[in-house]
């Protein structure tokens, strides 16, 4: 196997798309090559910038409403469960009513609820008192539980939000990975470097494409920030007359993009690949610099 069949295969060895011979062969290869092992680095930061291009997804608006719909029942049946009959229904309606207090931020207080029986000297009986204190305790109880429910149920949504939120990007980025191991492991497929050039002498790009189906995806690092009212813009050229506009495009803070594209079929032949700086909406002939060039043959 020569050394520009195994060059071809450093993309899917990357991504782990090569059956187990190939591997082998490749990395007996990586052994004796000084050029390749530089190469599956590159290819392999390609790889990790996908985990970066997925945004996060917000979980169901009905969730809150269903875990407040939780609370509400537990506090019902708790009130159920101490409501009885004759005076004890004045007791059930006091327990009611503080846990609504407490379920709604403490707005009442159990001073302010608990209506406690006299004698006619205007002084409590003994049995009274005694029923007002296990009444007190069963408020407060009660008051407890609610609150440690609550907090409860709160920690459960953050935890399902957290949860929902990562297996959405997960799911992201796995189907992102499916695409670029396709699109690589293509017949016909390619990948073309791009350099920075003077306007950007850190950045770099990888151009992976298949000409059969137009499908491209643009990997790009370190471009400077556009500017307001810019955006980098790609281009397919086959004749430099006529370049054929490809997709337009802001890098992250960092400088780096990872960019699905449809190649049109007038530039499915091209041979050279640039990157410019454009207005925001992209233009249908490059008028601005160029920052990424692949080689010129």
């Known amino acids: 196997?020569?050394?520009?069949?195994?060059?071809?295969?450093?993309?899917?060895?990357?991504?782990?798309?090569?059956?187990?011979?190939?591997?082998?062969?490749?990395?007996?290869?990586?052994?004796?090559?000084?050029?390749?092992?530089?190469?599956?680095?590159?290819?392999?930061?390609?790889?990790?910038?996908?985990?970066?291009?997925?945004?996060?997804?917000?979980?169901?608006?009905?969730?809150?409403?269903?875990?407040?719909?939780?609370?509400?029942?537990?506090?019902?049946?708790?009130?159920?469960?101490?409501?009885?009959?004759?005076?004890?229904?004045?007791?059930?309606?006091?327990?009611?009513?503080?846990?609504?207090?407490?379920a709604e931020g403490g707005a009442q207080t159990v001073s302010n609820v608990i209506r406690m029986p006299v004698d006619t000297r205007g002084r409590w009986s003994a049995p009274v008192r005694l029923g007002a204190i296990a009444a007190a305790v069963a408020i407060i109880s009660l008051a407890a539980t609610l609150f440690i429910v609550w907090n409860r149920l709160n920690s459960l949504e953050r935890q399902y939000e957290r949860e929902h939120t990562a297996v959405e990007v997960l799911a992201r980025q796995l189907a992102e990975e499916r695409e670029v191991r396709e699109l690589l492991t293509a017949p016909g497929a390619r990948t073309t470097q791009l350099a920075g050039t003077s306007a950007a002498q850190q950045a770099s790009a990888r151009l992976a494409f298949d000409p059969q189906t137009g499908r491209a995806m643009l990997f790009a690092y370190n471009l400077p920030p556009a500017p307001a009212g810019k955006a980098y813009q790609l281009w397919y050229i086959a004749?430099?007359?006529?370049?054929?506009?490809?997709?337009?495009?802001?890098?992250?803070?960092?400088?780096?993009?990872?960019?699905?594209?449809?190649?049109?079929?007038?530039?499915?032949?091209?041979?050279?690949?640039?990157?410019?700086?454009?207005?925001?909406?992209?233009?249908?002939?490059?008028?601005?610099?160029?920052?990424?060039?692949?080689?010129?043959?």
């Open 1 to 102: 196997m020569t050394h520009e069949e195994y060059k071809e295969m450093l993309a899917a060895y990357a991504l782990g798309a090569l059956d187990g011979a190939e591997a082998r062969a490749l990395e007996e290869h990586l052994d004796s090559c000084l050029e390749c092992p530089a190469e599956i680095v590159e290819w392999r930061e390609t790889a990790s910038a996908l985990a970066l291009s997925a945004a996060p997804v917000e979980p169901p608006k009905e969730l809150r409403a269903r875990l407040l719909e939780s609370v509400r029942t537990l506090k019902q049946g708790a009130s159920d469960g101490r409501s009885g009959a004759g005076e004890t229904t004045t007791a059930a309606a006091d327990v009611a009513a503080v846990a609504d207090a407490e």
């Open 239 to 297: 004749d430099l007359k006529h370049p054929v506009p490809g997709g337009v495009f802001n890098p992250d803070a960092r400088g780096g993009v990872v960019m699905h594209d449809r190649v049109p079929e007038e530039g499915r032949n091209a041979s050279i690949f640039a990157v410019t700086l454009e207005p925001q909406g992209g233009v249908s002939a490059p008028t601005g610099d160029k920052y990424l060039l692949s080689p010129i043959s």
